[in-house]
């Protein structure tokens, strides 16, 4: 079953938390492991996102979470938030296409 991580946080630094994390991604030395990455806005609250992202198996974001380069990254995502990062781990139950 695939996995999928929630990272809910608020910010007014959007476009600087997306260019670092794209910026992260493009440096990255070894595939991703994960299957998608959207970065959410909440229509009600401007300033309130969700980024979730996607991975084939628990073991494969555990060993992405491992590296050095997603520590920084969060870190880095950290220091731009006025709220948050909260993370929620996903196991998948049911997958419709």
Same mark, same amino acid.
Not at 9 to 18: G, K, L, S, V
Not at 31 to 50: A, I, K
Not at 54 to 81: D, G, I, K, V
């Given at each position: 079953? !695939? #996995?999928?991580?929630?990272?809910?946080?608020?910010?007014?630094? %959007?476009?600087?938390?997306?260019?670092?994390?794209?910026? =992260? +991604?493009?440096?990255?030395?070894?595939?991703?492991? #994960?299957?998608? +990455?959207?970065?959410?806005?909440? +229509?009600?609250?401007?300033?309130? &996102?969700?980024?979730?992202?996607? #991975?084939? !198996? &628990?073991? *494969?974001? *555990? %060993?992405? !979470? =491992?590296?050095?380069?997603? !520590?920084? *990254?969060?870190?880095? +995502?950290?220091? *731009?938030?006025?709220?948050?990062?909260?993370?929620?781990?996903?196991?998948?139950?049911?997958?419709?296409?």
């Amino acid at each position: 079953m !695939s #996995f999928i991580q929630i990272i809910d946080y608020e910010t007014d630094r %959007a476009e600087e938390i997306d260019r670092a994390m794209r910026a =992260s +991604l493009a440096e990255m030395s070894v595939e991703p492991g #994960f299957v998608r +990455l959207e970065q959410t806005q909440d +229509l009600d609250n401007p300033r309130h &996102y969700v980024t979730i992202v996607e #991975f084939p !198996s &628990y073991e *494969m974001a *555990m %060993a992405n !979470s =491992s590296r050095p380069e997603t !520590s920084q *990254m969060a870190q880095e +995502l950290a220091s *731009m938030c006025t709220r948050g990062p909260e993370y929620r781990n996903l196991d998948v139950q049911m997958h419709m296409p």
